[in-house]
């Protein structure tokens, strides 16, 4: 009798025991279930902010002229240039309506325009009638006032313009040497590199128009071209020749070495290139843009009259 009651007993112990447990795992699963919902949909809100949300923006170009390599930390291979190229054309096309308010273009086609027609006054005064040399004056005068037009064009339309071919160009480039490398090349990655090196140029286009509003001429420059004047050339090709040297050496300008090592940062930091291809790279691309503003002033330099 004794053995069946503690039978029963443990029985009865055994089952209570059991629905204890059965209890409590019912009342706490429900609370599980809510946390681990909860960190989902924390993880999942986080996920969707950041794909919303550009790594980088319009607000950071101060500091990636200051401190390019943290913020090329956060560039990811998404459209993050947008508001950041919308700036930089907008400040280019303000820095050249600025020039144009200033009068220096009106000014400097004005003293060329003299300057012609004085030269023309003392090589045909004495060979030409004057009908025929005041028909000459006034087609010098008409010379001028396109070229005032064309100008006031270049500085407001060709700048913008300039620049952002130049971005597009300089991101295909870098595209195809980070292909030629064998790494994956991210489009949106080096777009915004070379976004973001485009304000170094802006910086140094400010400063030239605060040395043209100082010294009231448009012949103003940051680089070395200035030291081509003081070499003294002589001979049949001296204007050619010093043209030449004057474009090369535009390219040692510290705005555009600026400009240059932002966009190795960027290179770097984004493991687009690496290491010596970094700097082999920008500076291949740097004595290309010296060459071709060299060839540029060559092509410019007008031959010298017969005689």
């Known amino acids: 009798m004794r053995n069946i009651l503690t039978d029963s007993r443990i029985g009865y112990d055994g089952s209570s ?24 949909g924390i993880v999942v809100s986080a996920e969707l902010a950041s794909m919303r949300r550009p790594a980088v923006g319009a607000l950071d170009i101060p500091l990636a002229l200051l401190a390019p390599r943290r913020v090329f930390a956060r560039v ?26 200033t009068g220096l273009i009106d000014l400097e ?4 325009v003299q300057q012609g027609i004085a030269a023309l006054e003392a090589e045909q005064l004495d060979v030409v009638e004057r009908s025929a040399l005041s028909k000459m004056i ?5 010379a001028g006032e396109f070229m005032r037009l064309i100008n ?16 597009l160009l300089l991101s295909a480039a870098f595209y195809a040497v980070v292909a030629l490398t064998g790494r994956k090349p991210e489009w949106h990655t080096l777009l915004t590199i070379c976004v973001f090196a485009g304000f170094a140029d802006v910086v140094g286009a400010v400063v030239r128009l605060l040395f043209m509003l100082r010294f009231r001429t448009l012949a103003v ?17 001296a204007a050619t020749s010093t043209a030449a040297v004057s474009g090369l050496l535009s ?10 090592v932002i966009v ?44």
């Open 264 to 307: 190795a940062c960027g290179l770097s930091v984004t493991s687009q290139l690496r290491g010596w291809r970094v700097w082999t790279c920008c500076s291949l691309f740097w004595l290309t843009a010296a060459v071709a503003r060299a060839a540029l002033a060559v092509a410019s330099v007008q031959p010298p009259k017969p005689g």
């Open 109 to 112: 086609v004005e003293r060329s």
């Open 76 to 101: 990811e291979d998404v459209a993050a240039y947008g508001w950041p190229l919308v700036v930089l054309l907008v400040a280019v096309t303000a820095i050249g309506y600025a020039t144009i308010e």
């Open 17 to 40: 025991v059991a629905r204890r447990v059965v209890t409590q795992f019912h009342q706490k699963r429900p609370s599980v279930r809510l946390d681990g919902v909860l960190k989902q």
């Open 138 to 142: 006034e087609e010098r005068r008409q």
């Open 221 to 237: 420059d940051t680089s070395l071209a200035l030291a081509a004047r003081l070499i003294n050339m002589e001979g049949e090709g």
């Open 251 to 260: 390219a040692v300008d510290p705005f555009r070495i600026w400009f240059w």
């Open 152 to 167: 006031r064009v270049r500085v407001m339309v060709a700048s913008p313009v300039a620049t952002l071919a130049t971005v």
